[in-house]
């Protein structure tokens, strides 16, 4: 599963078989959320992270968020935390994007086609597991450049003795309250929360898979983030 840093490259189209090989550099990108424009058009990308290609299959896209890896990520108008503003008018208060390094130690992101949520393994320090974060997202949309998909704030925390709980639940209401999220939506967001928890229930894929004993290829380098990080995406080779 591992690649090499010679094949590593910032930005890549997908092999002849129509899939990125193990290494590549692409970007996992989150827009904005909210109703479209009057055009259809979604947000504008409010969240970037470079990310190294560990698999792609037809099954799953498992990537690396590198210690170190810069990235975009929304804040406050004053370039403060969006978590420094009270939870009542979090998603009202003016934002911009900022760059900001990911100080943790990385992240694996596993994400299946087609559905609703993608799954990410942390670790403590020597690589002792601490848990899987189940982020509950709009299903990703490939593009040349990587995936793009929109958070919809309620999440899983899912721990080694498999217990479970939920996550984010209060920003999950208020972006309700404010219109960021209509009904239908959280609805189907609620309904695809109880979907990934019957699959943490049975213990299904990918939780039984042993993600958590893989290891990233020393050789690999950080990716860097591009300067058109939020570029239209154009569309990927059939």
């Not at 979907?195 to 990716?223: K, L």
């Amino acid at each position: 599963m591992a690649g090499t840093g010679e094949n590593a490259r910032a930005e890549v189209d997908r092999s002849d078989a129509g899939y990125w090989a193990p290494g590549d550099h692409i970007l996992w990108r989150y827009r904005g959320n909210g109703p479209r424009s009057p055009g259809g058009a979604h947000s504008p990308v409010h969240i970037c992270r470079p990310v190294t290609v560990v698999q792609d299959t037809d099954e799953l896209l498992a990537v690396w968020m590198a210690p170190g890896t810069e990235c975009i990520r929304p804040v406050l108008a004053d370039g403060t935390s969006v978590h420094a503003e009270p939870l009542a008018t979090r998603y009202t208060a003016p934002r911009t994007v900022a760059r900001s390094t990911w100080f943790g130690r990385g992240v694996l992101k596993l994400a299946r086609p087609g559905e609703p949520w993608s799954v990410w393994l942390f670790w403590d320090r020597g690589w002792s597991f601490r848990n899987w974060y189940v982020n509950l997202e709009e299903p990703r949309t490939r593009w040349v450049g990587g995936v793009d998909s929109e958070d919809h704030f309620l999440d899983i925390a899912v721990h080694p003795d498999r217990s479970w709980r939920w996550l984010d639940e209060d920003e999950f209401a208020q972006a309700q309250r404010v219109g960021l999220m209509d009904r239908d939506t959280a609805r189907r967001v609620r309904e695809a929360g109880r979907a990934a928890v019957g699959v943490i229930d049975t213990w299904g894929a990918p939780f039984r898979d042993g993600w958590e004993n893989w290891r990233p290829d020393p050789r690999w380098q950080v990716p860097a983030l591009p300067d058109d990080w939020d570029r239209t995406p154009s569309h990927m080779p059939s």
